[in-house]
Nanobody, 126 residues
Framework: QVNLVETGGGPVPAGGSLRLSCQAS????????MGWFRQAPGKEREFVAA????????YYADSVKGRFTMSRDSAENAVYLEMNSLNAEDTAVYYC???????????????????WGRGTQVTVSS
């Protein structure tokens, strides 16, 4: 069982940056596929980024490509989401998620992840 806790959210002006952290406990993340998702009010939860293992490629939603960077730190047992050039459309609750190694085609599917944090709110003001 892996427990996930997201931190780092908050208010930020448009054009600003935030770094979200997802700290894991209960199990090492080394063998887990990790993903970031977000959910804006009244909208479905959507894929943001995912990585199957440190050293493998990271996949991003088109809406965040070039602005967001996902990384993972095995020593810290954590994953991060560096978000730059934020805009109002990025306002959402951001969740990190984990599962045993997923195939590439499943990385963007929220229902394929069976461990979730409670989320952290990001609010971008224009």
């Amino acid at each position: 069982q892996v427990n996930l806790v997201e931190t780092g959210g908050g208010p930020v002006p448009a054009g600003g940056s935030l770094r979200l952290s997802c700290q894991a406990s209960g199990s090492s993340l080394k063998t887990y596929t990790m993903g970031w998702f977000r959910q804006a009010p009244g909208k479905e939860r959507e894929f943001v980024a995912a990585n199957r293992r440190k050293g493998e490629g990271t996949y991003y939603a088109d809406s965040v490509k070039g602005r967001f960077t996902m990384s993972r730190d095995s020593a810290e047992n954590a994953v991060y989401l560096e978000m730059n050039s934020l805009n109002a459309e990025d306002t959402a609750v951001y969740y990190c998620a984990a599962n045993s190694r997923l195939i590439l085609s499943a990385l963007g599917l929220s229902h394929m992840y069976n461990h979730w944090g409670r989320g952290t709110q990001v609010t971008v003001s224009s």
